[in-house]
Antibody, heavy 119, light 110 residues
C-alpha cells in the first residue's frame, strides 16, 4: 500500500533552517511528482512547491523562492524540503503529497511534520 | 497567487444536502478542469474527495459530487452524515503551473 512517512517534529530558532523528509513506499517512486503543502495553526492549506523525483526538477511558489529547496534521493525513495531563514510565521505543519503523472491532483498525503519556530 | 474563495462555514442537518463553492479566476478554476476537493478532520492530513472537477477516487462515497461553472467550482454533499463534519478545501492548477488552495470551509452537521 502507498505510504508517505515524514520525519518528526522540529523546534527551530528564528533565522535557522529546517529539513523535513518524506519517505515513499508501495509504488514506483520516480513515476509520481511530490508536492509540499503547509498549514499554519488554525489556518488553511498553502502550496509550497513540487519536485519531479525522476529528474529532480522543481518549481516553487513565488512566496518561497530563495528560501525553499526541494531535493530527492532515489536510492531511498525519499524527498526533502529545506526551508531557510525561518521566522515565527513559518510555524506550521508541513505535508508532502503525491501527484500521479496522469491525473492533476494530490492522491496520497504524508502524516505531516510540525515545525515550530520560537526563540 | 491569491487563495481561491470559499465560504467560511456551511451547515446542514443529517440527511440534507449542502453545497460548498470555490471561486477563482480564468487563470485557475475557470481555465482548467483541474479542480480537486479535500476533506480534513481535526489533527489529520487532508484526504482527496474529488479530482478533475467531478471524479471520485475509489473508496469515496457517491454522496460527494463536484461540478464547475465558469470560475466557480462546487462540492455537493448529499445525505449529510455526522462523519462529514470536517474542513473542506478546494484546489486548482494555475496558468503558472503552480497550485492554489481555497480558503477552506468548515462543515457542521447540526
Amino acid at each position: 500500500q502507498v505510504q508517505l512517512v515524514q520525519s518528526g517534529a522540529e523546534v527551530k530558532k528564528p533565522g535557522a533552517s529546517v529539513k523535513v523528509s518524506c519517505k515513499a513506499s508501495g509504488y514506483t517512486f520516480t513515476s509520481y511528482y511530490m508536492h509540499w503543502v503547509r498549514q499554519a495553526p488554525g489556518q488553511g492549506l498553502e502550496w509550497m512547491g513540487i519536485i519531479n523525483p525522476s529528474g529532480g526538477s522543481t518549481s516553487y511558489a513565488q512566496k518561497f523562492q530563495g528560501r525553499v529547496t526541494m531535493t530527492r534521493d532515489t536510492s531511498t525513495s525519499t524527498v526533502y524540503m529545506e526551508l531557510s531563514s525561518l521566522r515565527s510565521e513559518d510555524t506550521a505543519v508541513y505535508y508532502c503529497a503525491r501527484e500521479p503523472t496522469t491525473v492533476t491532483t494530490l492522491d496520497y498525503w504524508g502524516q505531516g511534520t510540525l515545525v515550530t519556530v520560537s526563540s | 497567487q491569491s487563495a481561491l474563495t470559499q465560504p467560511a462555514s456551511v451547515s446542514g442537518s443529517p440527511g440534507q444536502s449542502i453545497t460548498i463553492s470555490c471561486t477563482g479566476t480564468s487563470s485557475d478554476v475557470g481555465g482548467y478542469n483541474y479542480v480537486s476537493w479535500y476533506q480534513q478532520h481535526p489533527g489529520k492530513a487532508p484526504k482527496l474527495m474529488i479530482y478533475e472537477v467531478s471524479n471520485r477516487p475509489s473508496g469515496v462515497s457517491n454522496r460527494f459530487s463536484g461540478s464547475k461553472s465558469g470560475n466557480t467550482a462546487s462540492l455537493t454533499i448529499s445525505g449529510l452524515q455526522a462523519e462529514d463534519e470536517a474542513d473542506y478545501y478546494c484546489s486548482s492548477y494555475t496558468s503558472s503551473s503552480t497550485r492554489v488552495f481555497g480558503t477552506g470551509t468548515k462543515v457542521t452537521v447540526l
